[in-house]
């Protein structure tokens, strides 16, 4: 089955599409027309079996092959960017203050790209391919949305990937174990007792004691985790007092956790932490509004062998990259974390210096080779083929 | 070579001379009957080109290959620990206080093993294997001796291995990139100004300016370092003022970093500490000492070496584990020419092989040391092949 011939045959409708959305992007929780357009462009292919999310504007439509199988889920996230852009394409965005900065047009057109091999060779495959079109991917809101209505619930292993700004051109990296770190949310409240600033010893400084709790979870980092786990605690906001001349009595903080856990053991001890170190300064101290908006992307081994065994078939080993893991997030691995069902998350490198290529994802002027359009559609058909038929 | 034919063949010279060697221990710069021993086993064997180390207890011994080629190295630490040995095994050491609870008694059984084979076939070698026996790994002395004294000259190339108890018998850690952690240790001193505890208006207070030190130091492996690379930064000692009701004016600290690269650690602790203790009005200062690189593994070395061991006992005899936070003076040999180290699984439950490296029960199934030796002698026919 020559899938990266099929992927050729489609590379112009690739373009095509990939301009349209690129050109008319929604942000976050405003992707009405352009989930539409998606469920239009499944249907003319001859994809009709589509089940709506009643909680986003997403949809999962679903291809049965010709023989019995299992079911592969192939993912695409379909949002903008609030980014005003400024790349100079003559098909750039014509909605001012959006633009599709991450590269999500790209997916899409890739997903079709796919859709449109998969069901020429439909009679072939051995199951069924369910094509998850995701919405909200930016707000990490989506992938949640849709396992938590059911719509995944007959998939037995997960397939997705990103164009990615950071690494060369034409590379592709679907290496197995860790690959996007976890993102996590905390809010930590520091109630103290305001006084006058001339008499401090009326109060309980809630800037003092927030300082302390700043620098004591540093040392969960630094002592208590392990060296060989990659572990970030960013406290990105802090808002304490209300005048110079007046002892702050209360303190907020705001924060995230990067890491490759998925166990709540650092919740756990934050919570430890802050409440602990509050006594020790008289005040009332607790975490709240702990949040687990992604958990890890950790590839599964036997499906990352599957999809670098593809990729080095159809271009050749010197285009599979290992890089090491991002501390960056990804809601995509809660369809596999949710459902327990194994995954593989590829990156497709998009950096060509020659080009004037050099910006990363979410940049003004990120732009993508579209020659790669047909390379994305392939990788992804072919996994979703191997996988469903490599087990017969 | 095919190191299939002629390793079970040297088992039991294997396990004579690891009892041996275990029987008699000597501790670090303390080798010469040890090296006196291996002197005469490698002359045994009819190896002549033999070299005893001025500048310590080591020793070096080249077989000459039949074919023209590259040279290769094979490195055994020869050292043993100043612990009391409890394994209560017939060949126990017979020095009171002193036992090679590291197993360097049987990296030198393993590498006398492999000298035999290799002497005996050095025939079929396309190029020279050089033995490296080095001293006082346990002070992390012995390799940086060695390599000035001249140990490397005419190597292209080194293996080491190191039996490992985290390991299950009958596996092999053969790992591209950083396997073992980098060492730095330090002294860090405060100076403040000395004053009645009631007055501490009137003095600096040096405890209170390492405290803050102590807590930037910890800033430097939670917002300055890479989260993806391994960094430890440890103070084991703080000691601080001479009596409880007197501001104190020094504080002297010992600490010790652990890292995957040697980086610049030393410029960034001494920003952290001059500048804090600046801002508390003392004055601090940092004594650095770099004990030992990270030992690092060359891909093309492993691939080899992966292939070899493959060939030996099958592909599912290899293993990856997370890297070995310990440290290893072979990391110097690997900051001149391409180096690999391997480490041996000696880890059986059912049989009692359970116990830690520098515990005084440690001991190893004699088993597995005939593929130690069979890894390394098939390893260093093919590298030479392959380098040819």
């Not at chain 1, 089955?1 to 373009?15: F, G, N, P, R, T």
């Not at chain 1, 679907?174 to 930590?188: P, V």
């Not at chain 1, 596999?336 to 490198?349: M, N």
Request: charged share 20%.
């Amino acid at each position: 089955m020559d899938i990266k011939a099929l992927a050729q045959k489609y590379q112009d409708y690739m373009v095509e599409m990939r301009r349209h959305f690129h050109q008319h992007p929604e942000l976050t929780y405003e992707c009405v027309e352009t989930c539409k357009r998606m469920r239009e462009e499944f249907v003319k292919i001859g994809i009709t079996d589509i089940t709506d999310s009643k909680t986003c504007q997403g949809f999962v439509a679903r291809l049965k092959g010709g023989k019995p199988g299992k079911t592969v889920g192939l993912r695409a996230d379909i949002d903008a960017l609030p980014v005003n852009e400024e790349t100079g394409l003559p098909f750039a965005s014509q909605n001012p203050g959006k633009m599709h900065a991450c590269g999500h047009d790209n997916h899409m057109a890739c997903i079709l790209g796919a859709a449109k091999v998969l069901y020429e060779i439909r009679e072939e495959l051995c199951g069924t391919v369910a094509f998850i079109v995701q919405p909200d991917e930016e707000f990490a809101t989506g992938a949640l949305a849709m396992v938590d209505e059911g719509l995944v619930n007959d998939c037995d292993a997960f397939y997705g990937q990103h164009v990615w700004g950071a690494f060369p051109e034409g590379m592709i990296d679907a290496s197995a174990g860790n690959r996007m770190a976890c993102c996590h949310h905390f809010g930590i409240t520091v109630e103290g007792l305001s006084s006058h600033a001339s008499a401090p010893h009326l109060g309980c400084d809630a800037v003092v004691v927030m300082t302390a709790i700043l620098n004591a979870i540093q040392t969960m980092v630094s002592r208590w985790n392990d060296p060989l786990n990659p572990l970030v605690i960013t406290v990105g906001k802090v808002d304490a007092g209300n005048r110079w001349n007046v002892l702050a009595g209360k303190a907020e903080l705001e924060g995230t956790v990067r890491t490759f856990l998925s166990d709540d053991s650092v919740e756990k001890r934050l919570e430890q932490m802050v409440k602990n170190i509050g006594e020790a300064y008289g005040a009332n101290c607790f975490v709240h509004d702990y949040l687990y908006m992604t958990v890890p992307v950790i590839n599964d081994p036997a499906l990352s062998a599957i999809a670098e065994k593809g990729i080095a078939d159809m271009f050749g080993e010197e285009r599979i990259l290992h890089h090491e893991p991002l501390m960056g997030s990804e809601d995509y691995s809660w369809f596999g974390f949710k459902t327990g069902k194994p995954y593989v998350y590829a990156f497709i490198g998009t950096r060509n210096e020659a080009d004037g290529r050099v910006y990363v994802n979410h940049h003004e002027k990120y732009d993508v080779k579209e020659d790669l359009l047909q390379d994305g559609a392939a990788v992804m058909a072919r996994f979703a083929y191997d996988y469903l038929n490599g087990e017969e | 070579m095919d190191a299939s034919k002629y390793y079970e063949a040297v088992e039991p010279y294997i396990i004579e001379r690891r009892r041996y060697y275990h029987e008699n221990p000597t501790l670090s710069d303390q080798e010469g009957p040890t090296r006196d021993s291996i002197h005469k086993d490698l002359e045994a064997m009819g190896i002549t080109d033999i070299t005893d180390f001025k500048t310590c207890n080591g020793l070096t011994a080249v077989i000459h290959g039949g074919k023209p080629g590259k040279t290769i190295a094979l490195r055994a630490d020869i050292d043993a620990l100043p612990v009391q040995e409890k394994t209560g095994l017939p060949f126990a050491s017979k020095t009171p206080g002193v036992c090679h609870a590291c197993g360097h008694d049987t990296h030198i059984a393993m590498l006398l093993g492999s000298a035999k084979i290799l002497q005996e076939h050095r025939d079929e070698l396309c190029g020279n294997v050089k033995l490296i026996f080095q001293p006082i790994e346990e002070r992390v002395m012995g390799a940086k001796a060695m390599i000035a004294e001249g140990c490397l000259e005419g190597v292209d190339a080194i293996y080491g291995n190191h039996v490992w108890p985290a390991c299950e018998k009958g596996k092999v850690d053969i790992t591209t990139g950083v396997r073992m952690l980098y060492v730095g240790t330090y002294d860090i001193d405060v100076e403040g100004v000395m004053a009645h505890g009631a007055y501490p208006n009137l003095g600096k207070d040096a405890i209170l300016a390492g405290s803050a030190i102590v807590m930037a130091m910890q800033q430097y492996v939670s917002r300055m370092n890479f989260p993806l690379d391994p960094l430890v930064v440890n103070i084991g000692i703080f000691q601080g003022g001479p009596r409880y009701n007197i501001v104190p004016n020094k504080v002297h600290m010992e600490g010790t970093l652990r890292a995957s690269k040697p980086d610049n650690h030393v410029e960034i602790m001494t920003n952290i500490i001059e500048h804090t203790a600046a801002a508390y009005g003392c004055t601090g200062s940092l004594h650095y000492v770099h004990n030992v690189g990270p030992v690092v593994n060359d891909a093309a070395l492993v691939d080899i070496a992966q292939k070899a061991q493959t060939r030996l006992f099958g592909a599912d005899t290899i293993v990856h584990p997370d890297i070995n936070l310990a440290s290893d003076d072979f990391a110097c040999y690997g900051e001149h020419v391409p180096a690999i180290y391997t480490f041996l699984g000696v880890k059986d439950e059912a049989n009692g092989y359970v116990h830690g490296v520098h515990t005084e029960e440690f001991d190893v199934p004699e088993d597995v040391l005939k593929r130690g030796t069979a890894l390394q002698v098939q390893f260093c026919a093919d590298w030479l092949e392959a380098n040819a």
